[in-house]
């Protein structure tokens, strides 16, 4: 009985990971100070044992720095995380090698906060999160941020023009 208790457990913590879109080591949770703020989707993160990890936050895209808003949007990012400890749910890698995650000042998760703003796309092509999709929608119906102006570039365009 002991034994079919112990894997009801694991079958338990396993179907939560794949509902929560965590698969096995690659999730994890690491708390550091924010020392630098690229852009309005990345930052550097010194942890306590004083290592510097480059994130990219999952699921959005924010203007590049040399693209309209681009200022404004890392100026935003900034504003939420620089110089303060934050907590970091890490979900892989891009191919540049940056680590790609969740960033949490408390409970407020930045990754939606800047969306919620108006201050970056949700990027649909790489994440399916409907709460950041449905975040970008009410940001263009209010007009915040970016969609405050007309004919806004999405940043994978952009980049791809130049």
């Not at 690229?38 to 993160?45: K, Y």
């Not at 709460?131 to 970008?136: F, H, K, Q, R, V």
Request: aromatic residues 10%; without cysteine.
């Amino acid at each position: 009985m002991v034994q079919f208790h112990n894997f009801g457990l694991l079958l338990v913590a396993a179907w939560m990971s794949v509902g929560l879109g965590l698969t096995g080591l690659e999730a994890s949770e690491i708390t550091g100070k924010v020392v630098g703020v690229h852009d309005g989707d990345s930052l550097t993160l010194l942890t306590p044992d004083k290592t510097q990890i480059k994130v990219r936050l999952e699921g959005i895209d924010a203007p590049e720095l040399k693209q309209p808003f681009g200022a404004a949007s890392k100026k935003a990012l900034s504003d939420l995380v620089f110089g303060k400890t934050v907590r970091l749910e890490e979900t892989g890698k891009d191919r540049y090698r940056r680590t790609l995650g969740n960033i949490f000042v408390g409970d407020v998760w930045v990754n939606l906060a800047m969306v919620e703003r108006g201050m970056a796309w949700f990027f649909v092509k790489y994440s399916k999160e409907a709460t950041l999709e449905s975040a970008e929608i009410k940001a263009r119906k209010m007009r915040l941020g970016l969609w405050g102006g007309k004919d806004q570039t999405a940043p994978w365009e952009w980049r791809k023009s130049k």
